[in-house]
């Protein structure tokens, strides 16, 4: 055989190849996904995050028409699950439901960044704090309360449920931006630091909005405000913190992000149906009784939020001593 024959069959055979892998990437783009997926979370299960998450994945299983089985991973302050997601292949059926939690936790530790080491769905929903005083102190809304603490440096005590957590890093902006200073007290739990709220041995706390719906109209407790920058449906009625705190704004959010070097194609297609599963409207209704409101996002944007929510946080934990 020539070399100018050999050559040509050599191109051909290379053609060849070129045009099976394109069919098989087309094939594969058609048959995801063909076994259940895993959505992995950072929290336990009858917590927040794991009521929102049931609430998607129902939905979303019907839509991708496999099965989906939420694997909580809770511990690290959500960073074992992290670690598990980050570890896993690439595939698809390995999905990270994060949270603001999360997100503290790895910008604090500085390892498994949202933004940088994992491959972005997009954003699913918002959920706001709520800042929430005692009944025994006598503050009625939050410019009542910064005159109050003022008045009282470090002697007004607040709960979280552990250092660098989003109740913490709540009251932390809050100080920073209001000038005035206050008492971390750290709780195992939110639920501990809302029974010590309720009986006045801690006089503030910031729990979000669904943990709050039970004890509103117990007497012992009054909101002053809500996280949001705008006022919203989830807790109407209630207004802003930064109408008296301008610039401040602390939203807890969930989002979906899956192991870096994803294939495109499988990205395209989980965003696809996570927001036909958000922006269904009787999803968003149920999603609102529970506590968040719909919020999808491509994930371009996501990733850019992320990395936009990773400066500003890092600032406020910067300013806070907290690491």
Not at 48 to 55: L, N
Not at 109 to 131: N, S, V, W, Y
Not at 145 to 169: D, Q
Request: proline residues 7%; charged residues 20%; contains cysteine.
């Amino acid at each position: 055989m020539s070399d100018r024959v050999a050559c040509r069959a050599l191109c051909v055979i290379l053609a060849c190849l070129g045009l099976s892998a394109a069919v098989a990437n087309v094939r594969a783009a058609d048959v995801y996904p063909i076994r259940p997926i895993r959505i992995v979370l950072g929290s336990a299960a009858g917590s927040g995050s794991d009521v929102v998450t049931r609430v998607l994945s129902n939905r979303f299983s019907e839509n991708i028409g496999q099965p989906v089985v939420v694997d909580n991973r809770a511990g690290a302050s959500g960073l074992i699950g992290a670690e598990i997601v980050s570890k896993s292949a690439p595939d698809g059926y390995t999905i990270w439901v994060a949270t603001l939690t999360q997100h503290l936790s790895s910008t604090i530790q500085k390892k498994l960044l949202l933004d940088r080491e994992f491959e972005p769905i997009g954003l699913l929903a918002h959920t706001p704090f709520m800042l929430v005083a005692s009944a025994s102190i006598p503050v009625k809304n939050t410019e009542e309360l910064i005159a109050y603490a003022k008045a009282r440096p470090g002697k007004l005590f607040f709960g979280s449920s552990g250092t660098g957590g989003s109740l913490h890093v709540c009251i932390e902006m809050f100080q920073s931006l209001a000038g005035v200073k206050m008492t971390h007290v750290p709780y195992k739990g939110s639920a501990m630091a809302i029974t010590d709220l309720m009986t006045g041995e801690i006089q503030l706390s910031c729990p979000p909005v669904a943990s709050m719906q039970p004890f509103l109209n117990n007497g012992k407790l009054r909101v002053l405000g809500v996280t949001t920058r705008d006022e919203t449906a989830l807790a109407p009625g209630y207004p802003p913190i930064s109408q008296a705190v301008p610039g401040y704004a602390f939203p807890g959010w969930y989002g979906a992000l899956m192991p870096l070097k994803a294939p495109k194609h499988i990205v395209a297609r989980l965003h696809k149906e996570f927001a036909r599963t958000v922006n269904a409207p009787d999803m968003r209704e149920r999603l609102i009784k529970v506590g968040v409101e719909p919020a999808m996002s491509s994930p371009e944007e996501f990733r850019e939020f992320l990395r936009k929510e990773s400066q500003r946080m890092g600032a406020v934990l910067k300013d806070a001593h907290i690491d």
